[in-house]
RNA sequence: GUGUAAGAUAUA
């Protein structure tokens, strides 16, 4: 019924798209209709499971009738343009808002610098952060960490630092997310040295660590090449009971990769699948790439038969990986073939997969399939880069 | 009762 659904499947997300839109129908149709606190449940649901164009497709039929989206409502549209690119579309909600009369809150503006972020806006973003408060919407640890998290994946530590600064003088704590970006933006940098820094600093300031911030620096130091030090570290959280997960896992399987140590990636994916952790896509593509990398691109294709025997999907990562090691390994007509099982598979090619196959006919001469294949990808829409 | 932030993989 209506009411377990709203109330169970849809907070623990436990729900097929047939059954979201049985029921958004149901909701639509009852009279009277149920609050619209309950299309926000539904809408949010939905939202979490990443079906923007849904939401905004269930928004657009709510608006058709008389039923009057809330604040909370706007905002879930709002996260579901941001999410699709479409932040511009998010301001025209925001509008939208305004004209009714309603007032936005911090949530809505967080939503939308967050979106702004991730369309590399940051000026606008800080824009809107100083802006909010005109509308009596005072920055919080979120807003805070959304600007921090944009500054770290824009390369801009300068301006981190700057907002770290800001937001204690403000009188609001860094929280473990606010560390963990920070940390993750140094790593990305290379700067293993400030990324371990503040991580003493925040058990100084007794703000725990969670799995995502082992995540990180335990990412960092697989990519700087420090393995005993991951690995030291992956002990660690062990011992202070933060079970590793798909994700640590996979950072570390990729470090020995990379490293060169097949055995120990080897031995860890096995050690995964004991503490029942369950792979992922990622994963396989991971220790595929690894087995390309390091010349075996036969037990790398063995792999990849594997994780469809497992009921894994392989996507676009796993064919363009397994297409660069076919090339690399002078299997031409392999990776041709490779290339057709993956648009018989119904895997879409994008415009890394092409490059890569550009490089590879190049490498081998191959003019008239580099000609063939420029021809496709002007036939596609994608940008050639 | 409902909405917002952080981690792993492919080409050059």
Partial sequence: PLRTFLK????????????????????????????????NVLLGALCKKKHYNLVIFFFERLVLTELLPDIFTFSILINCFCNENRVCDGFV?????????????????????????????????????????????????????????????????????????DMKARGISPNYVIYTCIIHGCCCEGNLEEATSLFAEMVDQDVQPN????????????????????MEMFSEMKRRNINPDVISYSTLIDGFCRAGNLEEAKSLFAEMGDRGVRPNTFSYNILIRGYCQNGKVDEAMTLYGEMM???????????????????????????????HVMQLDGCEANIVTYNTLLHGYFEYNEKSKIIELLCKIAKTNLAPD
């Fill in 211 to 230: 799995i995502v911030t082992y995540s990180c620096i335990i990412d960092g130091l697989c990519k700087s090449g420090s393995m005993n030090k991951a």
């Fill in 8 to 39: 169970e499947r849809c907070k623990s997300g436990k729900f097929t798209l047939d059954e979201a839109n049985f029921f958004f129908n149901e909701m639509i149709c009852m009279s009277p209709r149920p609050p619209i606190s309950s299309f």
């Fill in 93 to 165: 909600v925001l509008g939208r808002i305004l004209r009714m009369g309603l007032m936005p809150d911090s949530v809505t503006f967080n939503t939308l610098i967050r979106g702004l972020c991730m369309e590399g806006k940051l000026t606008e973003a800080t824009a809107l952060f100083k802006g909010m408060a005109a509308f009596d919407c005072m920055p919080d640890v979120i807003t805070y960490g959304i600007l921090i998290d944009g500054h770290c994946k824009a390369g801009s530590l300068d301006k981190v630092k700057e907002l770290f600064f």
């Fill in 309 to 339: 025997a497992e009921g894994f999907r392989p996507d676009v990562v796993t064919y363009t990986t397994l297409l660069t090691g076919l090339f690399s390994a002078g299997k031409v007509g392999d990776a041709q073939k490779l290339f």
